[in-house]
């Protein structure tokens, strides 16, 4: 198997790396034979490390994918471009290998685009029932869904000294509630609805190290001007330890394109117990009636003030499980698909 990537790099704090790097690097553990091509961005774990044209038309590459036994994956940054779908198809047709390829988000698509990726008889992996649905309904390729996102033995629910600890480690109150977000400070994310929060909550971000020239500056002073904020713009090695202190999570999001379909950090958050508020956002429809899910469906302020003082009242005198819920998205079920997939 040979798994070709613009993802494969040190810093996982986004999420198309995420879901690209945990992949990679489970099978590679898994099959010695396995093969990691990075383009674009140097990796040190990757075994070839190369420069592309952005139509992969390169000799070497072509050499070492027919040297190399088994398909080939392709899970490119920018998910199904036209670009990306181009590299689809040139893979497909002069690899002489089975090309699958997984878009992590689910872009417009015109017709010259559809009829490539279909010419193209590349398997599509879909990482939300909706992008299922949209690949099945427009494509005669095989679309796969695969239910993944977690590391549910990293992202733990801790006891409440450990919750304690960690906010005497990083420096935030022990007295207050505290709501976290991790992802991008972008316009279309819809973060500056956080800046107008009550002050009697915390809000904590974690801001992807990643892409912090794409973010939106306005929003930034916002959210700095704000009382009882803390903003993490450094990349964070324990990022579990941000979930683990904090008592909400909360998922804005509402336009498209502004996520993969799987919001990893959602997962992440729900694995460590945590109450989610969040928008019917990808996947994320699928968790509608689970415990400890709150789903707004417009977000403004005034509905995300009253939910979080919903949450902190319903923490207040009980557990809440969301746990449960994202266990079957763990990686290690998506490893196991993929394997069946990929007869590994």
Not at 148 to 170: A, I, M
């Amino acid at each position: 198997m040979i798994i070709i990537s613009d993802c494969f790099t040190e810093k996982v704090d986004e999420g198309c790396i995420k879901v690209a790097v945990s992949l990679a690097k489970r099978l590679k553990a898994l099959r010695s034979d396995v093969t990691l091509i990075s383009y674009k961005n140097h990796s040190a774990f990757a075994d070839k490390n190369m420069k592309l044209n952005g139509f992969f038309l390169n000799p070497s590459l072509f050499r070492i994918l027919r040297s190399n036994a088994g398909e080939i994956l392709y899970i490119p940054f920018a998910s199904n471009t036209f670009a990306s779908i181009l590299r689809t198809v040139t893979l497909s047709l002069l690899s002489g290998k089975k090309v699958s390829v997984i878009f992590v988000m689910r872009r417009p698509m015109n017709r010259l685009g559809t009829w490539l990726l279909q010419k193209s008889h590349a398997q599509i992996i879909a990482l939300s029932k909706k992008s299922f649905n949209f690949y099945q309904h427009l494509l005669k390729n095989t679309v796969t869904y695969i239910k993944t996102g977690v590391d549910t033995n990293c992202f733990q629910p801790v006891s409440s000294e450990k919750k304690r600890l960690l906010r005497q480690k990083y420096g935030i109150p022990e007295d207050m509630p505290v709501v976290f977000h991790a992802g991008h400070l972008k316009a279309g994310r819809n973060i500056g609805i956080l800046s107008k929060l009550p002050s009697n909550f915390y809000v904590l971000l974690a801001v992807s190290s990643i892409t912090l020239q794409e973010q939106d500056l306005s929003i930034r002073s916002d959210l700095e001007h704000r009382p009882n904020t803390k903003i993490i713009d450094s990349y964070v090695p324990h990022i579990e330890e941000l979930y683990q202190l904090a008592d909400s999570y909360v998922f804005p999001v509402e336009e498209g394109l502004n996520c993969i379909d799987i919001p990893i950090s959602v997962m992440e958050a729900a694995s460590c117990n945590l109450p989610i508020v969040t928008t019917p956002y990808g996947e994320l429809q699928e968790f509608r009636g689970k415990e400890g899910f709150y789903f707004i469906d417009h977000m403004t302020v005034q509905a995300l003030n009253k939910t979080l003082n919903n949450v902190n009242n319903a923490l207040a005198e009980e557990d809440i499980d969301t746990r449960s819920a994202v266990l079957e998205y763990d990686w290690t079920n998506a490893l196991q698909t993929i394997r069946h997939l990929f007869h590994l």
